[in-house]
């Protein structure tokens, strides 16, 4: 079977996005960094296609690093291998509804 | 090493990749009858916009403006104003600014014609008297440095910032290096990563141009802002969500990536034209389709490169849009209006700068007349103008 894998961008980066397709919960993935060093991990949950997985454990209220920079931040405690989406993290601009 | 392309040298100077007659409606109220005209008449495109009359000031030169510099753009080769007669733009000032190009414009007035019929009579009349004095120029053989190419992405998903953008941004460095115009916006999708782009401005963060791109990135912002809603019910996208984006800032930092490396030279408003100013530029523009397109033909580009994920397949009237696909499983499903696969960089085949020089030179091949597939499929019926005010 092919080797299912995610990449990492920056080496800030906390987060992977995985190219593969039908990755189920408990399936190994491959993190390759800019690098081509691997990471393997075991994903908690099922992952579409280019979603995000994380590479480190996450605290609540900490930032998403995708591409070395903040995409947002961890809505709940998030740990290595977390499927990482709008579920549990959250943007932090263009947010009119937080001036109410 | 030079690079070349065929193109259509117009009377101003100009040099077009496609030598199309435009039907301009000054107004929606005037659409119909342009698109009865363009049914009959082989050669034409029409832009069939939505503006034009109870808008504010603002927005009436607005329209006035992009309709004036679509004609202006170098892929026209003549235009037909449509008018109704009794709207907010100022089509005499269309008419006026085309002809000061040199190209052939004419002007039809549905009311003072008598009507539909009649005005559909007149507008054929005009149209197919103008395709056929332009449709036998000949191209002749222009430096690529006589290029402005807009960028875009569209249907976006994390494969757009690690595959089709990179490709985007491999081809705009080569285009400026080679002494091109290369022009990008989508001022919505600088949140989150517009601290890049003010390093990249000519003068610095600090300076004029790197202040101003801090400015149309807050003015944006807040104009998203100021209904009190969270964003993200609009950007990203459902289907930027459903592809894996799931933040504006995520977006925003795979987005950027099409604009290369090179410095940025300044920033164009919405009704500017941008034709031939050499180098790297942002427009100010929203990241809706029409309103982009619009903004980027009106600018005088001959063609855009436009990045996707999810599989966006429109194009635009008179200006052909190269589609680079970022998404193996999507390049899959929607060959037929995919001109170019960059899913394989995601699967490791091949390398960013090997899928570059595919794009440049299928962008060459496209500059001497060969068809994009939304162009032959005809799929660019939609477009249209960013306006600021409401509707009166």
Avoid at chain 2, 368 to 382: C, F, I, K, Q
Wanted: proline share 4%; glycine share 14%; hydrophobic share 35%.
């Amino acid at each position: 079977m092919d080797v299912k894998l995610a990449l990492r961008v920056d080496d800030l980066d906390n987060v992977a996005t995985v190219f593969a397709n039908e990755v189920k919960a408990g399936d190994e993935i491959e993190i390759r960094d800019k690098r081509g060093h691997l990471d393997p991990v075991i994903v908690h949950s099922d992952v579409p296609y280019g979603h995000k997985i994380a590479v480190v454990d996450i605290p609540k209220g900490a930032h998403i690093m995708k591409y070395g920079e903040s995409i947002g931040e961890a809505d709940v405690d998030i740990k290595r291998g977390d499927y990482v989406h709008v579920h549990n993290m959250k943007a932090l601009r263009g947010r009119g509804d937080l001036g109410k | 090493m030079g690079y070349t392309f065929q193109g259509y040298r117009r009377p101003d100077g100009r040099v077009g990749a496609r030598n199309l007659v435009a039907v301009i409606p000054s107004v929606i109220c005037a659409n119909d009858v342009g698109q009865a005209i363009c049914r009959q008449v082989q050669g034409t495109i029409g832009y069939f916009h939505h503006q034009g009359c109870c808008q504010l000031p603002l927005d009436l030169k607005r329209v006035t403006d992009t309709l004036s510099n679509l004609g202006q753009s170098p892929n026209v080769g003549a235009a037909l104003i449509v008018s109704l007669g009794c709207e907010g733009t100022d089509h005499e000032r269309i008419v006026e600014e085309i002809r000061a190009t040199g190209k052939p414009c004419e002007i039809i007035r549905i009311q003072e014609l008598g009507g539909t019929s009649r005005a559909i009579q007149a507008g054929i009349d005009a149209a197919q008297r103008m395709v056929k004095e332009i449709s036998g120029q000949q191209r002749e053989t222009v430096d690529i440095s006589e290029l402005t190419m807009a960028i875009k992405c569209g249907a976006s998903d994390t494969t757009s910032g690690m595959a089709s953008n990179c490709v985007i941004g491999y081809v705009a460095d080569k285009l400026v290096d080679l002494g091109a115009t290369v022009i990008f916006g989508e001022t919505t999708e600088f949140l989150g990563g517009e601290h890049i782009l003010a390093r990249r401005a000519v003068g610095g963060e600090n300076g004029p141009v790197g202040q101003k791109i801090y400015q149309i990135v807050d003015e944006m912002e807040k104009r998203a802002m100021a209904i009190g809603e969270d964003m993200r019910g609009g950007q990203p996208t459902p289907g930027n969500i459903a592809g894996g984006l799931s933040s504006i800032e995520e977006k925003s930092l795979g987005a950027i990536v099409k604009s290369g490396h090179r410095p940025i030279q300044g920033v164009l408003d919405y009704c500017d034209q941008g034709y031939g100013n050499k180098g790297l530029w942002i427009k100010d523009t929203p990241g809706r389709e029409p309103e982009i397109l619009t903004g980027m033909a009106a600018t005088g580009a001959q063609v855009m490169m436009f990045s996707t994920g999810r599989g966006a397949p429109q194009g635009f009237p008179s200006m052909p849009v190269i589609k680079i696909c970022g998404n193996p499983n999507t390049y899959e499903r929607m060959q037929h209006d995919m001109d170019l696969n960059a899913g394989v960089i995601i699967e490791g085949k091949k390398s960013i700068e090997e899928v570059g020089e595919e794009a440049f030179a299928l962008l060459l091949e496209v500059l001497n007349g060969r068809m994009t597939n939304n162009e032959a499929l005809g799929y660019y019926g939609s477009m249209d103008i960013f306006c600021l005010g409401p509707v009166i």
